[in-house]
Structure formats: C-alpha cells, structure tokens
C-alpha cells in the first residue's frame, strides 16, 4: 500500500467511478482499474461493487470503513509534506452550496484573503447533503448547508434564513405578486423540501416548469426575457439585481424562509485554521445579516 493507491481509491470514491477518476488524474481506465485490484487484493477484501455497465460504483461496508482511514491516512501524508518544506501556516477547508458560497460568503473569503494571508484557504461546493459526508472524512472543516441532519460528532446550528422572493425583468409588464403565475415560463430551482412541497402545493407535481437550473449565476442568462420569472433568496436577488435590471416582490403567499445551517466537526484537524475563520466570519455577521434585509 503506498500514496499512489490509496490516493487512486479516494478519487474514485468522490467521483463515484472509474471512468470519471481516470479523467480527474488524466490516467487510463485500466490503470485506475489495476491500481484498485491490486489494493483490494493487499487487503484481501472487496472494497467496491461496481454497477451495470460499471458507469459508476457502490462501497462495501469495508470499503467505507477503509475510506475512512483513507482519508485520515491523506491528511496525514499531506501534513507530513507541509512540515517537509518547512510550510506550517494554518489551514481551513470550508464547504457550501453554490448559492451560499456566491452570494453569503464572498466578502469573508475576501476578509481572510486580504487579512490572513498566511492562512491556507481551501473553498469547496457541493449539495447538502454531500456536505455532511465531506466533514465526516475530514475533507473539510466546517459546511453550510440547507439541511439539518443528525449526524455522529457533528454539531449543526442554525446560521441565518432568509425569505423568498419573486423576480423578472424590469419592463413595464411587471408581474403582479396577486395573479397566477404561468409555470412554464419560471426558471425553477429546488431550493429544498420545505420550497418544494410548498411549490408542488400550488403548481402540482406535474413538470410543468419550461427550464430547470442547479444554479442561481443561471439565472442572470435567462432573466432578460421579460416572460420569465424565477422564486429565488432575497440575498440571490439583490445581488443578480446589481448586475441586471430586475424587479423583487413578496409574493402574497410566501414560501418558507430559507434556512441555512453551519456544520462543523467535534474533533476538526485544523483546529486553529478553523478558529480564525470563525472570527472572521463572527466579525461580518452583521454585513451577512444586511443581505436580508
């Protein structure tokens, strides 16, 4: 077992299969495959199963057992590398979905860029969910993310919520809060369960909506067209407002405010990285906080 394979086996687990972690280390299928055989066969068990097709594969219970270690093992080597070159500034790894990290969290990535600049900055976007999994094998060191889930040794409290609001195209044909709104021209986004029944309630289940996106920057390409409209966070629409001319209403009924939860681990590996990023984002509550209002 050396670097090599164990850091084989990590990319192939966070890109959930050969193929794509062949892309990712610009290597042959068949050398991700052989490096993964041969570590399963030093092991002498069966990390991986892969699905029909092999398009993408499932842990075995030790092989998200050995993940762990994996990724313990990891941050070791690259702490052992770091002490090697003499580098021993702090680090943070820090986690959101896309919209908290574009619109909510930019000016403290600009604070600590600016203030901390021996401070080690690693910034990562993924869904929810993958959030919790990511601050589990250590691969970040705090989260923000739109659901609460209990999970061992993780701590979740509420960072902010913010409402909902309705947006189109500043023109003269502004959309009015009290008519109902045609469904095939909104530019939809699931902004989580508590959005999505409430959305469901008034427009049914039916995939009625014309374009679906997995991210708010999409929705400055389509908003120039005054038939469209979008339901988005007050935070994303004041910032697409200052970019685009657009109009920002309350609609007569609301959907839920939008919650978004800070994670953290209890035994975090970069305890003092983790420590000034807490100040700093301490410090800009009150900036975060205006972005709501």
């Known amino acids: 077992m050396n670097e090599i394979s164990i850091k084989t086996f ?12 062949a892309n990712a280390m610009f290597l042959s299928q068949s050398t991700i495959s052989q490096r993964l055989k041969l570590l399963e066969k030093e092991l002498n068990t069966k990390l991986v199963e892969r699905s029909k097709g092999g398009k993408s594969i499932n842990l075995t219970s030790e092989g998200k057992k050995f993940m762990e270690i994996a990724m313990k093992w990891d941050n070791l080597y690259q702490e052992t590398v770091n002490l090697k070159q003499k580098k021993s500034f702090p680090t943070v790894s820090i986690g959101a979905v896309d919209s908290v990290n574009v619109h909510i969290l930019k000016n403290v990535y600009t604070k600590l860029q600016d203030g901390y600049s021996s401070l080690n900055i690693k910034i990562r976007t993924d869904q929810s969910t993958s959030l919790y999994s990511l601050l589990e094998h250590k691969e970040i060191d705090v989260g923000f993310t739109l659901k ?9 409290e509420k960072f902010f919520e913010e409402p909902m609001v309705l947006i189109n195209k500043n023109t003269n044909n502004t959309l009015s809060t009290n008519v109902d709104l045609d469904p095939k021209y ?21 995939n009625t909506q014309n374009i679906h996106i997995d991210t708010s920057e999409l929705i400055s390409i389509f908003i120039d ?51 000034i990023f807490e100040e700093v984002l301490s410090k800009n509550k009150m900036n975060i906080n205006s972005t709501f209002v």
């Open 148 to 156: 609460e889930m209990s999970v061992k040794n993780i701590k979740v």
């Open 10 to 21: 990590i990319n192939i687990v966070k890109h959930g299969s050969i193929t794509k972690a």
């Open 225 to 275: 067209n005054p038939h469209y409209w979008a339901i988005v966070p007050v935070s994303v629409a004041k910032s697409i407002k200052k970019v685009k001319p657009i109009n920002i209403n309350f609609l007569a009924e609301s959907p839920p405010n939008r919650v978004c939860y800070k994670i953290t681990s209890k035994d975090s590996i970069n305890r003092n990285g983790l420590e």
């Open 186 to 206: 909104e530019l939809y986004i699931d902004w989580g369960t508590d959005f999505r029944i409430w959305h469901e309630e008034r427009w049914g289940t039916k």
